[in-house]
């Protein structure tokens, strides 16, 4: 699953995915080392700015939907599409990370893997049937919007209270082997 997770990574190449540079071993260990890109998640934005305008989401939502809809074009989807995944730049960049849900699937297959944050799955895969893997993309990019629009949980009452903050760094995920 993890090497999925490399091969996925590697074999994408679009403006609003963050770009894989290369892997190292060592006898315990593999670090993936990604582009450096500097940003905020939008959870982070969320906590420090609040409620994002209409003005300000478009943008957003038109490069995460590119992005994902590259992917779906792929046979691939993210799975775990959710705020603290997605890195917004002061340049009004969109970058997607953390591909380590990310499946291949086959056209016209339900999948069936379980995972993925709780608040932005979809209802098939919250009630374990099987699902359409870029529609599940697609409602959780909704649940973004949402989110973003109105700083709440599209099915909770209360406001968000997110505190996921990143300024800049190079992305260096550490995988115990």
């Keep these: 699953m993890i090497f999925l997770m490399f091969i996925i990574l590697f074999s994408l190449h679009y ?3 963050v770009q894989a540079l290369g892997i190292t071993l060592s006898t315990d260990q593999c670090f993936m080392v990604t582009e450096f890109f500097e940003a905020d998640t939008l959870s982070g934005m ?23 809809g590259y992917m779906h074009n792929l046979n ?14 002061k340049a009004g960049v969109l970058k997607v990370i953390d591909f380590g849900l990310a499946k291949k699937f086959r056209p016209g297959t339900l999948m069936r893997y379980r995972g993925g944050t709780k608040p932005f799955m979809s209802p098939e895969i919250l009630q374990k049937k099987n699902y ?4 599940a993309d697609v409602w ?29 760094f190079i992305m260096i995920i550490i995988i115990l082997i």
């Design 15 to 17: 403006p609003h995915i």
């Design 46 to 68: 969320l906590c420090t700015q609040g409620k994002f305008s209409e003005e300000l989401v478009k943008p957003i939502i038109l490069q995460a939907a590119s992005a994902f």
């Design 76 to 89: 691939m989807t993210h799975g775990d599409i959710k705020l603290g995944n997605l890195l917004y730049s």
């Design 132 to 135: 359409d893997g870029p529609a």
């Design 140 to 168: 959780a990019l909704g649940v973004v919007l949402h989110t973003l629009l109105r700083k709440k949980h599209p099915f909770k009452k209360k406001a968000l209270q997110v505190s996921n903050k990143i300024d800049g």
